[in-house]
């Protein structure tokens, strides 16, 4: 027993360090996933007010862009409007229009913490479950896909970014609609994703735009880039490609949240079919 | 005592808002990425017991973690670079040196001791930290690229802020 002991105190170093490392793999391997809630992340209330400040710090240096942004996209909704819109009528019909249900509802939230040259890389936000953020909504840009919501607390959110080694979004080739599955590459490039699994029959362009399918959490067609090469290797049924990233994503400032209100009705009845 | 309790302290607040708020959002070529904030651990005096180094490691560890948004990730590799520092400094530094030799600075121990020190312990720790990051083998050249070139900005800033903070008259 002495000997233990004493066998022990001489070689501290090497006992302390398993002690310690077995206890952080552990936290590593149990909260990595964001399935269980845990305090150590960006959105408890230290962190989440720091990068809340310092982010106010840095958006006066992107002022103009973000004004830049807005102004176009101001002048793209304000072409949509009825007003705009010469009426060649003189009868008008007041008609109360009940085929239309608003079926997708969008939040806006400013970027407070955001990375990209991680192999795993997340976003804060600071919009959390008090605006009515939820997990697992989509999130778009004005510029196109950029995630969907993992976690939530009170007043933040993070954002389980496009560039993620789980993220996995169902996509499409804009002009034939043939459906495969966009995920990041394994080249860690920031502006680089992969579309997978699109039947043979596609025959892609390069530079043709790829959109979301309406079969996951965003509404059809918003864009997520365009082929910039094709994987010639294939020669199964399926191909690959390159697709370059609309967004920019060293550089997001606002982003929405996209609320699908069928979303919970689609899953509960999908649930429902497969027993 | 106090004073070296103090000037951690300062150390450890003021490295981990640089690598959380500035460092966090440098990357080269996709390639390298400066993780300064482990000079903390480096710098802690010769004769902190082995019990505090290990929990102020992993104390660090899961202040990075918090920011980061990967608990314990950043935790496991400082607790082993702390183990790595035992090893290092206990072959290569004479336990009698200790009264003169307070912390194991640049400006103490000297260039040639201090570059090899940092390379040696930064290289471990980046090496464990991306493994465990990305958790897979197939891309080992790239990840080995990846912890070169960032262990070389590491310490690149090391030096730099070792000589910043350099005083002669310690030099004997």
Known sequence: MRNLLIFITKYNAFFLFVIFEVFSLVIYIKY????????INSSNKVTG?????????????????????????????????????????????????TI???????????????????????????????????????????QGVVGKVIYVSDHFAIIQSLLHK?????????????????????????HMAVLKDVSNNAQPKLG??????????????????????????????????DV???????????????????????????????? | MIKA????????????????????NITLYNLSTPYLYILFILLLPFETPNVLLFVLAFILGITIDAFYDTPGLHAAACV?????????????????????????????????????????????????????EAFNISELQYMIGRVIMSALFTVFLMLMSGLLFFRRKERK
């Not at chain 1, 996933?33 to 305090?39: C, I, L």
């Open chain 1, 32 to 39: 990595n996933s964001f399935q269980k809630a845990t305090f």
């Open chain 2, 5 to 24: 309790v103090f000037v951690n302290l300062v150390r450890f607040v003021v490295l981990v808002f640089l690598q959380v708020f500035l460092l966090k």
């Open chain 1, 208 to 241: 043709e735009l790829v959109v979301t399918s309406g079969y996951s959490l965003f509404p059809a067609g918003i864009p997520i880039g365009k082929i910039s090469s094709l994987q010639t290797k294939s020669g199964g049924f399926l191909l690959n490609m």
């Open chain 1, 49 to 97: 007010d720091l990068y809340t400040r310092v982010s106010g710090l840095y958006e006066y240096l992107k002022l103009r862009e973000v004004n830049d942004h807005l102004a176009r996209q101001n002048a793209e909704l304000r072409n949509q409007l009825k007003s705009s819109f010469y009426v060649d009528t003189l009868k008008k019909h007041k008609i109360t229009d």
């Open chain 1, 100 to 142: 239309y249900k608003q079926q997708y509802e969008y939040i806006v939230a400013k970027v407070i913490n955001n990375s990209v040259n991680r192999s795993n890389n997340y976003i804060t936000i600071d919009r959390g479950s008090k605006e009515g953020i939820a997990k697992g909504m989509g999130v778009i840009s004005d």
């Open chain 2, 80 to 132: 082993l670079l702390a183990f790595v520092r035992i090893l290092f400094i206990s072959i290569t530094v004479q336990k009698d040196g200790f009264d003169n030799e307070p912390e194991p600075t640049l400006s103490i121990m000297g260039l040639r001791w201090f570059f090899t020190y940092a390379l040696v312990l930064t290289l471990f720790h980046h090496f464990f930290l991306f493994n465990l």
């Open chain 1, 166 to 190: 789980d993220s996995q979004f169902s996509a499409m080739l804009a002009k034939n609609k043939e459906i495969g599955y966009i995920e990041w590459n394994d080249h860690l490039d920031p």
């Open chain 1, 244 to 275: 370059k990233l609309s967004v920019d994503f060293s550089d997001l400032q606002y982003v929405y949240v996209v609320n699908n209100k069928f979303a919970k009705e689609q899953a509960a009845l999908e649930a429902q079919k497969k027993e």
